[in-house]
């Protein structure tokens, strides 16, 4: 499988985060990334494609906020990285706030998500990765490739982070394919956790069919999205597709819903599949509640990689760091055609 990972990726690391009443050791770790490079082989470096691929999907504020959030949260006089305490429960919109502690409420929607000093130039190199398997892909170069993004991508929106996430590494690589005609696209999302971001960039959108395979928001995070009757609006109606599955699923009944989801990918007619691939539905995950093993990765992606479509697939949790690298070669087996 043609890998791409950029080194600027390890330049992230949380400290902590702050969930259930009290502070955590971050999840989300550097050694995620150096446990799936012991596993994956030949790595290229993604090269720098520019500001335009992330800025065709998240607005241009946003990003200049992300570049400078932790220098202001310093010039504040804090240490440490930067996270928010309030957030906007009516109605979100542009506010020209002055501090930032406020700005980290206007775009941030959780408290597990910082800003730590290397964080802008790792999500730029995991978005750069994701844009050079996509241009991969869409040029013919090879029929699969595959980023090894982290941090994750798929709880951010066009305007917001949160969810361990900052840039939509998915949708930055499908909003390209469809720039270069690689469309009709459809982002299949097999991470434990509901991809909000990517549902919301896309969701008026009939370009880009969005399916998600997740645990129930009536128990999981993000909660507040991935309800099945969440289904697309306008232009995208119909070409959202959320199916969310109780704690305890094991392979016997995520299989017939992944076969669903391929089905209803088929039935768009898709021409490019973008994969947000997440390890955290792996039964040892330390924070998810699924019971999949790591044969049942390789199943997955035998099952995807059935659908003969051109395919990017781009990393997202997985939170076991020891069974990381394993789970992620598994899958990329299955999809190779194993
Ligand atoms: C990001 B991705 C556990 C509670 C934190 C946030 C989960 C973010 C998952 N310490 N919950 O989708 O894997
Ligand atoms: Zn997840």
Request: charge should be negative.
């Amino acid at each position: 499988m043609l890998t791409f990972s950029s080194p600027a990726q390890m330049g992230h690391a949380p400290l902590l985060e702050l969930v259930n009443g009290a502070a955590e050791d971050h999840a989300e770790t550097p050694a995620r990334l150096a446990n799936m490079l012991t596993m994956a082989g030949t790595v290229e470096a993604p090269g720098d494609h520019g500001l335009a691929p992330i800025l065709a999907v998240h607005d241009h504020d946003y990003v200049a906020f992300l570049k400078d959030a932790h220098a202001a949260w310093l010039a504040a006089g804090r240490t440490g990285d930067a996270i928010g305490y309030a957030f906007p429960v009516r109605a979100r919109r542009p506010l020209a706030l002055d501090r930032i502690d406020g700005k980290l409420g206007q775009y941030g929607f959780d408290t597990v998500t910082p800003i730590a000093a290397g964080t802008w130039e790792a999500v730029h190199g995991a978005a750069q990765a994701a844009i050079a398997a996509a241009e991969a892909v869409v040029s013919g170069r090879s029929d699969k490739a595959f980023a090894l993004c982290r941090p994750p991508g798929h709880h951010a929106g066009r305007d917001y982070f949160g969810g361990y996430c900052y840039l939509n590494n998915a949708a930055i690589a499908a909003r390209l394919a469809v720039a270069r005609g690689a469309g009709p696209v459809a982002v299949l999302d097999v991470d434990y956790h509901h991809g909000n971001g990517t549902q919301d960039i896309f969701y008026a959108d009939g370009d880009v069919f969005f399916a998600s395979i997740h645990a129930d928001p009536r128990t999981d995070f993000p909660y507040f999205w991935g309800h099945a009757d969440e289904r697309g609006a306008g232009e995208g109606e119909g070409a959202n597709l959320n199916l969310p599955l109780p704690r305890g699923t094991d392979w016997r009944s995520y299989e017939s819903v992944l076969a669903t989801a391929m089905e209803a990918i088929a039935r768009f007619g898709a021409r490019t599949l973008i994969v947000s691939y997440g390890a955290d539905t792996f039964a040892e995950d330390p924070i998810s509640q699924f019971s999949l093993s790591t044969q049942d990765m390789q199943r997955m992606g035998t099952m995807i990689g059935a659908a003969g479509l051109p395919t990017i697939a781009v990393m997202e949790g997985g939170y076991n760091v020891a069974a990381l690298g394993r789970n992620v070669a598994a899958f990329i087996a299955g999809l190779e055609g194993g």
